[in-house]
């Protein structure tokens, strides 16, 4: 019978909509825009989430960073020591690196330094690229392979040699069509030789995406316009030790060089490829929240059509409801058969918005490099989101349907 009173209040409401087609698409509008963010933000976030834990899991499954200071999650600073509370922990330094190379159980320890700036060859000249000072052996946790040419030496990286390896995107950009080995380069306006062409591992940002170009740690210090103090290490255990032992290795070296008594806390800071991705998905998840509050708006804006809608007919229908409750209906049936009917409207609104959501998303998917994927839960969610709101903003009008005298309902005109 319950059954039987859904179906019954799905077509009423189904037969609303087609006699009221404008009416019924304002209530409709609301509610699929709601779905719709939903849908899309969820689709979007969850495929730069996949790609992030696959780009982190091409540099090895047991490396592990380390850095000045980590701290997981969004950091808001307003430049004062209270709210900087990085300054507080001294620098690290190529003699530490150096230093952990040498511990037991450490395969290897890249030490890395960044900075955006300008990259010429003849009359190119590209402002804002990516540079890169690097130990000699950052293929090992950059992931990647050397197509052509080769990687710089330890000698050349003790000797701040002038040499680069660039990637596909800086040689297409830099030098189309010609074999970049070889040539020569400014790289914030001093002479490089190119010896290398590197191909990144597949990532959010598509094949060799961005251009950047790598080149020996010393010469970086000497030649870049990059902010001081932000050196970190890449650290590969050896496969006979965990990634906790290997950490736990690290931490002591690094106290010891640095005189730390054991009361003392640690400042450095020691982030496995876990911790990383818990961050980045703490930002995401942050990012999510504010559109699932935006799209609470259109949800809203839907419930009130539905308030409206609802009313409307109620009143158009105060006859059929009198005829309905001479003939023994109670107050509950139909109460219910208008909570049917309010919550099929928001659910036809629900549907086209995660129809829109997934076009989005395929949009995303295919135009640009996010790997835009629509999950099971978001569907579920906006489903149930777009069932409760016609529910909640259908009380009030079912409620006063089923409060009708149905004397007075019979006499109505």
């Known amino acids: 019978m319950s059954l039987t009173r859904i179906f019954e209040g799905m077509g009423i409401a189904l037969d609303s909509l087609r006699a009221n087609k404008v009416r019924a698409a304002l209530t409709i509008l609301g509610v699929a825009i709601g779905v719709m963010v939903v849908i899309a933000m969820a689709a979007a976030i969850t495929g730069i989430n996949r790609s992030v834990a696959q780009q982190i899991e091409t540099l090895g499954p047991k490396t592990f960073f380390v850095f000045r ?41 890249t030490w890395q330094q960044n900075a955006n700036g300008p990259v010429a060859a003849g009359s190119n000249n590209l402002k804002g690229v990516n540079v890169l000072g690097l130990s000699s052996d950052w293929i090992l946790t950059q ?25 596909d995107r800086l040689a297409r950009d830099l030098l189309p069509g010609l074999d970049p080995i ?38 970086f210090v000497k030649v870049a316009d990059y902010w001081k103090g932000w050196m970190m290490f890449s650290v590969i255990p050896q496969p006979e030790l965990t990634v906790a032992e290997a950490q736990d290795r690290v931490t002591a070296a690094l106290r010891a060089y640095r005189g730390l008594k054991p009361a003392q806390d640690n400042n450095f800071s020691l982030v496995s490829q876990d911790k990383l991705l818990d961050s980045f998905n703490s930002i995401t998840s942050g990012f999510f929240l504010v559109m699932l509050a935006l799209s609470s708006v259109g949800l809203m804006v839907g419930g009130v059509g539905v308030v409206a809608i609802m009313m409307i007919s ?9 005829v309905r409750k001479a003939l023994g209906a109670t107050r509950r049936e139909i109460m219910f058969q208008f909570l ?41 969610l906006a489903v149930i989101a777009s069932t409760i709101t016609g529910i909640c903003f259908g009380l009030y009008p079912a409620s006063k349907a089923s409060k009708l005298d149905p004397v007075e309902a019979l006499r109505y005109e």
């Open 69 to 109: 200071y980590f701290q997981a999650g969004i950091n808001i600073s307003d430049g004062s020591d209270e709210m900087s509370p990085w300054r507080r922990n001294p620098w690290l330094t190529v003699a530490e690196g150096e230093m952990l190379q040498r511990v037991p159980g450490i395969r290897s320890v």
């Open 143 to 167: 992931g990647g392979t050397i197509v052509t040419g080769r990687n710089f030496t330890d000698l050349e990286e003790a000797a701040a040699a002038r040499v680069a390896v660039i990637n």
């Open 182 to 219: 070889g040539k020569r380069i400014k790289i914030f306006g001093e002479p490089f030789d190119v010896v290398g062409l590197y191909s990144e591992p597949k990532s959010l940002f598509g094949d060799s995406e961005s251009p950047y170009v790598a080149i020996p740690h010393s010469t």
């Open 314 to 322: 109620v009143t158009e229908r105060t006859r059929e409801i009198g």
């Open 340 to 380: 049917v009917e309010a919550a099929t409207l928001t659910l036809v609104g629900g549907l086209a918005g995660m129809v829109l959501g997934g076009l989005i998303a395929l949009g995303v998917n295919k135009l640009t490099p996010i790997p835009a994927q629509v999950p099971l839960w978001s569907v579920l």
